[in-house]
């Protein structure tokens, strides 16, 4: 089975695409997001009882979506189906006995064993038939946290699917979205950084990894779905399936993140790419396009400003960090008030266009050429 892994950009729709691959016929999948640090430990354990038992505490949300305060609140998957009042459940006591009588049938199991076994016991306590699987789909959504799983599993033939919109959108939205959720509370100095730092260098550090890599876009997958998802089935030889066609979780209806405020099922042919310039100065917007002047050329999005200077260095605050700098005062955090200069010259120091080099341009999946 071939090792797939899912990373995204700002706001890129990696649950969404994870989400149309739920119900898949020759996919394996956990129900959520992977990179938890214990996974590390999970996966060098020797003892299947202890394994299967772990991997539980750790991931409480798999076994009830009820229990996960990221994924109740946030996620909403305690609000699927066409009424919004459903969730899913998975017998503990089914996984690990699968867990064990598949892992007994080897003396010593290596850590890509382990993580092979946990996949096939969690779909068989699903209660679905064994059949012909082919990939082995797990969303570790962070750039570096990808880059320590891929190392530490020391596997070659790994392939990552990276969720992208346009990159102003990547900061647009994030912005936008987190400031307005639960009041702000969670977005700070660090992370719009973070946000900014993956929406005009997430492709080149993917690309230093040398990994093979295909690039999903959040448009195309609104605008083109079945074009993307045949695409999508032809490169990795699987069967092209209707599920394809309506994001789920456990084949219940998933109705988009709370963070989003709105509630959206499937896809979206009148999706827009939305940027709000009450969110950015004009100098903002002129630096952040020559910034990501490769990347919009190359995956074919529209500039919205034409005929623009080239601004290498933004050493004015910009909007945004205004608005998220205003926001941290307002919630008086001592650590995260004193983190605005760091961020603050840590974003001029490296978010440039001096520094911000990319390798490639990977394959965007449903384009016309490869």
């Known amino acids: 089975m071939k090792i797939m892994l899912l990373v995204t950009g700002g706001r890129g729709g990696s649950d969404f695409f994870q989400g149309l691959l739920d119900s898949h016929s020759q996919i394996l999948q956990f129900p959520g997001l992977l990179n938890n640090e214990n996974i590390f430990q999970i996966l060098t354990l ?136 639960r009041n702000g509370k969670h977005f700070f100095p660090l992370n719009l950084y973070f946000q900014l730092d993956l929406a005009f260098k997430g492709i080149a550090d993917l690309t230093m990894m040398e990994k093979k890599i295909f690039i999903v876009q959040l448009e195309k997958l609104h605008w083109e779905n079945k074009k993307v998802m045949h695409d999508f089935c032809k490169i990795f030889k699987i069967k092209y399936e209707r599920c394809l066609e309506k994001p789920t979780y456990f084949g219940l209806q998933w109705w988009g993140d709370k963070v989003s405020k709105k509630w959206i099922f499937g896809v979206n042919k009148n999706f827009k790419i939305d940027i709000n310039k009450n969110l950015f100065f004009l100098r903002d917007i002129k630096f952040f396009e020559f910034l990501a002047e490769d990347i919009i050329k190359f995956y074919k999005y529209n500039f919205i400003i034409k005929n623009k200077k080239k601004i290498y260095f933004n050493f004015l605050p910009m909007k945004c960090e205004l608005l998220v700098w ?33 390798k490639y341009f990977p394959y965007s999946i449903g384009s016309n050429k490869r």
Request: aromatic content about 14%.
């Open 326 to 358: 205003k926001n941290t005062f307002r919630h008086g955090k001592i650590k995260h008030i004193f983190s605005i200069p760091f961020f603050y010259l840590k974003r001029i120091l490296l978010i440039n266009k001096l520094v911000i080099k990319n």
């Open 46 to 181: 020797k003892n299947s009882y202890e394994i299967s038992n772990k991997f539980i505490n750790t991931y409480p949300n798999f076994f009830n979506s009820r229990l996960s305060a990221q994924l109740s609140e946030r996620e909403r998957h305690d609000r699927l189906g066409p009424k919004k009042n459903k969730f899913y459940k998975l017998s503990k006591a089914k996984f690990i006995k699968k867990f064990v009588h598949i892992s007994n049938k080897k003396v010593t199991n290596t850590k890509l064993d382990i993580l092979k076994n946990l996949h096939i016991a969690y779909d068989l306590a699903k209660g679905k038939k064994k059949g012909e699987k082919k990939i082995i789909f797990i969303h570790t959504h962070i750039v570096e946290f990808t880059k320590r799983f891929i190392e530490f599993i020391d596997i070659k033939d790994i392939t990552i699917i990276y969720t992208m919109r346009n990159p102003l959108s990547a900061i647009n939205s994030p912005v936008k979205g987190w400031l307005n959720f």
